[in-house]
């Protein structure tokens, strides 16, 4: 496939991930913890909960991990820039699950 197929599935797939979790966290009256931490982890290391800041950091989250897609696939490959974001994203994610876990 073209950079260029590879680009429109990375935004699709953010725009995607975005709205899956603010499905899964923002239900809830008051957030959980759990899929807070998982679907938007800088918003737990901003603790941020709650208000314009929170929705802010959750529409650009994974806007920018496509962007840094985006960027890095003019130079590697797609598998490599792809496992590379993965591994940040998770751990990015477990060190706010031990953030939570830790309140």
């Known amino acids: 496939m073209s950079r260029r197929i590879y680009i429109i599935i990375a935004f699709v797939l953010s725009i995607l991930a975005t709205l899956v979790g ?3 966290t923002f239900i809830h009256k ?3 913890p759990a899929h807070t931490a998982l679907w938007f982890p800088l918003v737990v290391f901003a603790d941020s909960y709650g208000g314009v800041e929170m ?3 959750s529409l650009i989250q994974f806007p920018v991990f496509a962007i840094l897609f985006t960027l ?4 590697w490959r797609v598998a490599a820039v792809s ?3 993965g591994f940040i994203y998770a751990l990015i994610a477990g060190i706010a699950f031990m953030m939570v876990g830790s309140r």
Do not use: E, F, N
Not at 72 to 75: L, N, Q, S, T
């Open 30 to 32: 008051t957030w959980p």
């Open 72 to 75: 890095g696939i003019r130079r």
């Open 83 to 85: 496992s590379a974001l």
């Open 55 to 57: 929705v802010v950091l």
């Open 22 to 24: 603010w499905s899964q």
